[in-house]
C-alpha cells in the first residue's frame, strides 16, 4: 500500500499542519487538534461539529463564516475526545450559546453529551442536534440507530447561516433538527478505503460487488449487490431515498464523492441523479457535486437529498466562506 | 489504609488479599500490559464487525492512564481507578473511552478508600450498572456488558461465599472470557457492529473482548 504520508503516526497532525498552512481564515491548534475561526465570531451562538478523521473536508473544511466556528477532528474513524470538545465549545462560544452538530454514531454521541455536561458546568448552555439521515441502515431499538452523514453538511450551512442571521440556540437547533428530518442519505462503494495504520483496506469487494448502502467509515450497509453502470448505482440509491422520504419538489442534492472517484465519474452518476429527480417530478433547485464528506480514500458515492423549504433554500444560499464552501462573498 | 508506606498493605504472607493503593495501580499496568499484548487481536475483532480501531484506541487510552499514575501517585485504590477513568475518557476516543472512563470512575467513587472484597464487588457492580446506563445496553446485545455482567455475577457469588480477593477476580476472569466468547452467535444491537445486522453472528464481540482482559488482569495481580 502506498499512501502519500510520513507515517501513520503522523497523518492527522501533518494534516492539520497544512490545514493551518494553507488557511489562514483559520486558527489550528495542532496539539489538541481544535480548529477554530482566526477571526473570532461575537454576538452569535456558536457552532461547533466533530467527528473521526478521514471524512475530510468534514468537518475541519466548514469552519468559517457562515458554518461552523470550531470543529475538533478525533482519530482515524475514532470519535473526538471530550477534552477537545470542550475546548471547542469554549473557542466557539460569543455568549449567546453553543451549537454540538453530532453524526449519530454511538462513540461521538457519547462523548459530545460528556462534553457538553462539563461544558454546562462552567456556565456555556450548549444544545446537541443529531444527525441520523442514513437510510441505509433499520432506525430500531435492535440497533444504535441510523447513521450521521451528507445531511450533516447541510445542517452545518444552514444552521450556521441562522446564527450569523442572529437567531438564537433554540432557533438555530430548530433549523438544524429541520434540515436532518427533511433529508435522507445513501452510499454505494465500489472499493473499500485503508485506514494507513491497518495498512489494508477495511473490506474486501469482488469486481462485481459493490457494498450498498456502505457507512462513511467503510461500514457495510444493507447488503452486497452486484456491480453494474453508473445509472442502475444512482437509481438504487435514490430509490432507497425516496421509499423512506418521498422526494418530490423543490430540492437539494448532493452527489458526493467517497474519496477515490475522479470528478469525472461523479459528473456521470449527477446526470443520472438528475435524470432521475426529473422522472419523479422533482425540481432540483440546489446541488453539489464533488468529495465533501468522505472515508478515506474508499472508491463510491453517496446520495443526499434534502426537501426545501422557502427558509432552508434562503439559508443555504447565504454567504459562506470557508476551506470547502465558498459562496456570496 | 492502615499503612501508607508504598509496598506494603496489600500483602499478608504473599497473599494479595486487598485492593490498595499499590494492587489497584498493578491492575492497571497490567490491563495495559495485556491490551498491548493483545491489540492486533482486537484491532482483528473491531475490523470484522465494527471500524477497526478497539485495539489502538484502547492502547492509546490506558497507556495514558499508566503514564498518568506514574506522575501522581493516588493514595487510595478509589483514586487510582478514578485517575483511569478520567484518562480513559480523556484519551481513548470511540464510545469505549466515555464508557470504560466512568465505569472506572464509577467503580473509583463506590469503593473510596476501602480495600476489602465486599468493597470490590460493590465497585465492580457500580462499573457495570454506569456503563448500562451511559451505553444503554443489556445483556446479549454484543456488547462489553456480555462479559462484565457475568463477571461481576461471579465475582459477588465467590466473594459471597467466603472467597478471596483472587479467588472471586478468577471466578470473575473465567465468567468474563465465557461471557465474551458467548457473544460470538449472538447478532449486535448497539454500537457499530448493529449496523450489520444479522452479518454480526459469528463474531467475538471487541468489546467483550477486551472486557474480558480487564478483568483477567485483576485476577492477575491477585495471585498468590
Redesign the interface.
Known sequence: MKKLINSPDTVITDALRGMSAAHPGLTVDVENRVISRAQRASDKVGLVSGG?SGHEPLHGGYVGHGMLDAAVP??????????QIIAATKAANADRGVLHIVKN???DV??F??AAELAEDEGIDVVSVIMNDDV???DS????GR?GTGATIVAEKVAGAAAEEGADLETVARIATEVNERSRSFGIALHAGT?P??GRP?FELADDEVELGV?I?????RERGTFGPARDLVSYALDAIHADLSISDEVLLILNGQGATPLIELYGAFAEASAWLGGHGAAMVRSLVGNYITSLDQAGFSITVTSLTDELRRLWDAPVSTPALRWGV | MGCTCQYAGAAVGGLIVNLDATTARAWIVRVAELIHANEQRL?DLD?TI????HG??MQ?GVAAAVASLEEQEPEDAGKVLNSTGREL???????????YG?GFRRAGKELGDEVDVQAVARALEAMLRSIEE??GATQEEKTIVDALAPAVAAFQETSGQGGDLHAAASAAAEAAERGAAATIPLQ?????A????E?SIGHEDPGAASTALIIRALADVTAP
Not at chain 1, 431499538?141 to 444504535?144: K, L, Q
Not at chain 1, 467509515?217 to 450497509?221: A, K, L, M, N, R
Not at chain 2, 465494527?50 to 480501531?53: E, K
Open positions: 473521526g478525533g482519530e482515524i474513524y475514532t470519535s473526538p475526545v471530550p477534552d454514531y454511538t462513540g457519547l462523548n453529551q460528556m441505509a441502515v433499520e431499538t435492535h440497533t444504535a447513521r485506514v495504520s491497518a477495511g457507512g467509515h467503510g461500514e457495510p450497509g | 484491532t475490523a465494527g471500524d477497526g480501531d489502538a484506541n492509546r475518557i480523556s484519551k481513548t476516543g470511540g464510545a469505549s473511552g466515555p464508557l466512568t451511559l451505553g449486535a444491537r448497539k454500537g457499530r448493529s449496523y450489520l445486522g452479518r
